[in-house]
Nanobody, 115 residues
């Protein structure tokens, strides 16, 4: 089974930027789509961004214009560039990869936006 490993999280001040990386042990074009989800304390996991095998992207409204998902097939990695971060972006961010009805998840990485 393919494995996903996230990196790049940490503490950032409001208005700052971070880039998350999701490294896949499998060829990323094997998946129908890959995405990012997040779970804030006391809340359910929510969708953040997605890129499908054709390169089409989709975002939750709250991050449009601030976050950008991209990929590099040469290193089997998907990225989430996060700009103009807000305290409400604080959460554990999870990378996902879907093949048909099956989704695999990374272990999650913490992003904290605070002054």
């Amino acid at each position: 089974q393919a494995q996903l490993v996230e990196s790049g999280g940490g503490l950032v001040q409001p208005g700052g930027s971070l880039r998350l990386s999701c490294s896949s042990s499998a060829n990323i074009f094997f998946f129908n789509d890959m995405g990012w989800y997040r779970q804030a304390p006391g809340k359910e996991r929510e969708f953040v961004a997605l890129i499908n095998v054709g390169g089409v992207t989709n975002y939750v409204d709250s991050v449009k214009g601030r976050f950008a998902i991209s990929r590099d097939g040469a290193v089997n990695t998907v990225y989430l560039q996060m700009n103009n971060l807000k305290p409400e972006d604080t959460a554990v961010y999870y990378c996902s990869a879907r093949v048909m009805s099956r989704t695999i998840w990374g272990q999650g990485i913490l992003v904290t936006v605070s002054s």
